[in-house]
């Protein structure tokens, strides 16, 4: 069972960054593809981005490319989402997950955190 923690959100103006964190139990973490959504009540969970076990390998859904980074730090179990140039439209909550394989579908990974909130103010 993988324990996983996000932190960072909050509330931010139009163009602002905020960095989210996500912290992971379980040792074996750097096993585990992660992955960024997020969830709105109008559009549903959405992808946001995908990293790699060992982080070599990274894919964005195209409105965050160029503003979003997703790394992960194996040795402290935490993998993070950097987010710059925010907009309105990146609203939401912000859940990290973990599972055997990268894609881009919820269904597909095993494990999620509580989720935190970004608010982006125009």
């Known amino acids: 069972q993988v324990r996983l923690a996000e932190s960072g959100g909050g509330l931010v103006q139009a163009g602002g960054s905020l960095r989210l964190s996500c912290a992971a139990s379980e040792r074996t973490f750097r096993s585990y593809t992660m992955g960024w959504f997020r969830q709105t009540p109008e559009k549903g969970r959405e992808f946001v981005a995908v990293i790699s076990g060992n982080g070599e390998r990274t894919y964005y859904r195209e409105s965050v490319k160029g503003r979003f980074t997703i790394s992960r730090d194996n040795a402290k179990n935490t993998m993070y989402l950097q987010m710059n140039s925010l907009k309105p439209e990146d609203t939401a909550v912000y859940y990290c997950?973990?599972?055997?394989?990268?894609?881009?579908?919820?269904?597909?990974?095993?494990?999620w955190g509580q989720g935190t909130q970004v608010t982006v103010s125009s």
């Open positions: 997950a973990a599972g055997p394989s990268g894609t881009t579908t919820p269904v597909t990974y095993d494990y």
